[in-house]
């Protein structure tokens, strides 16, 4: 059973902890792009992601991947476990990288996303949007590529190594199923609330909640038993914090999101919200929906159309509901789990912060 | 100094090596498709890359991995070799894939690229162009992933893994600084030999030639030394690979290499051949050079008028002369390779292969 603490009792400080990685990160990628400048190599490469990386970010999986190697026994945050802390974050500005060429993004934390900005930034020489997208393309591998090397670099034991891969192969995998689960669907009906379901289980809960809360575990030699109890605070979790991720994308406030409201809609992008409201509207809502989700040329008018008949159809409070629902059961699953006190005062608080949020 | 065998004394059988790595593979990729049917997950990723390995493929960088273990003194073709082998071809796979995704190319080993593929088979639920594009990029990554799986699966000892990964690293840095530097050079003039030379060894040779066969040696426990003699054997041959893959790209029969000749031209990849032959072109050629190189449009007659010309210019013969000099200058660094005669044998077997061929 775990009992609460209070702030400063806690072993892992949330915003200590994030410092730490994004300068681990930052550091990094300078040296990267130092070692391009004495190559003759692109610095930009290295530049644009340092920028990627300090532009924003909720650092959630460094969070959690910290906070399993402590819930496994690990104290402190030495060097393995802030460096595979790190290659989840510059991991996660792959998949951010590719997601926007995929969904054909035009901003990403406030700025132009990455393959907007690459076009730009060479328009005078010719680069065109396929030049920016293949810069991105690239420029997102380069991530995966360094994300890789910050692992091989960690000075994980030898006992510890394998375990430690195969739980962060094993995250690459279910996220690109998920990815590609996803892709398809936009293909597919409006209405699948399953389909939205599995897509945000593989896409989101097992990627940014499990499998970094496991890669830490194992990083402290975790066993099967506590990975079990872990899991079963982390899939709810990972689904409210993808279902609040779905209200903020159409709903929530772009200045604080650092995503336009446009963006998700225009995509036609499927998820739980759309799929319940599809299946509660009545015929003119369901021609505003299926008139307007997907249209490239939506405009702010169209979406607030769309809002309304989230709202009119309460889709929107239904999936409020499943947030609190999936909320309390993760917290529950956490009363259960074998870990220490501080570090479920800890997980706690990043549950709050992943599912009570603004941006 | 290596002294020739005959090819039935040779420790490794390129044809047998080349059939036991595509076997692996597919059986791999096959428990990957039974295991995403179980779990209700496309198995169209693991399907499309099984047909991609299966459709064609030199297996250049299993076999120089593969010889690299021998070099270092490993015999056999024990489960990490053909593990870490297998995996090379798996990266390359991802590879092509997303190449092809950014060089807009339409065909690949005689079948329509996995991004037109996909964009056809998915026409019919509404998928264009971007669909087939974003599936190709995922799958892409998914080839990565499973390749870095098979590294960690391989049972690679303790005391050598941190070594084969710190080679996987650089090799695909390096090759992402390749492609980047290839796509900027796409932005500049057709007349620069020197950016196009630094492409070729980053893109192609290191990637292709060098980290194979470190990586092998690795797997072995090779020290620095050897890595530097099989260095100096594999980037002249590297170089050379490439300048025979650029001449085959524009002047090749595309039956033997499963890529029309139109592919490179509209691309207007930046080739040492193009570069040469502008230099060298009177203004009459040049406007032809400048006038088809990257034109999108380009059809059978410009490209045949685009041959001529490199043929006019001896810029073709030219090619042919670097390649035969970085080909005598790899087969001299080979003689001086601390490395069995048996081993130098294959290597040289390997060498003609990369060469000295029509596809």
Known sequence: MAHSTSPSERVLDLDGTRLKITSYLRQFLEQKAQRALTDGLPTEVPNVLRDFVDAGGKRLRPLL????????????????????????????????????VIDRSATRRSR???HRALADRHAKTG???????????????????????????????????????????AMREEMHYGQY???????????????????????????????PLHA????????????????????????AFQLRDDLLGVMGDPKA???????????????????????????????????????????EQGALRVVEVLRETQAASAVEQMINERYERSLAALEEAPVPAATADVLRAIASLAVDRES
Chains 1, 2 share one sequence.
Not at 188 to 210: F, H, Q, W
């Open 65 to 100: 991947c910290a906070a399993g190697w402590q819930a496994a026994g690990g104290s402190g945050l030495p060097e393995p476990v802030v460096r595979t802390a790190a290659a989840l974050e510059l991991y996660q500005a792959f998949a951010l990288i590719h997601d926007d």
């Open 127 to 169: 680069a065109d949007a396929h030049v920016g997208m293949s810069a991105a393309i690239l420029i997102g591998n380069m991530a995966l590529t360094w994300s890789d090397e910050l692992v091989t670099g960690a000075g994980i034991s030898a006992a510890r190594r394998v375990s430690v891969c195969e739980v962060l192969d």
């Open 112 to 114: 132009p996303a990455v």
């Open 257 to 299: 999101t650092g995503k336009p409201v446009l963006d998700d809609l225009r995509e036609g992008k499927r998820t739980v919200l759309l799929a319940l409201a599809v299946q509660r509207a009545d015929s003119t809502q369901r021609d505003v929906l299926e008139g307007l989700v997907g249209n490239q040329s939506l405009d």
């Open 216 to 239: 830490g575990a194992a990083l402290a030699g975790a066993g099967p038993a506590l990975r079990r109890s872990l899991t079963r605070f982390a899939l709810p979790l990972g689904e």
């Open 181 to 211: 689960l996803d892709l398809m669907a936009s293909l597919g009906s409006l209405a699948d609330v399953d389909t939205s379901l599995t897509v945000i289980r593989y896409k989101t809960a097992k990627y940014t909640i499990e499998r």
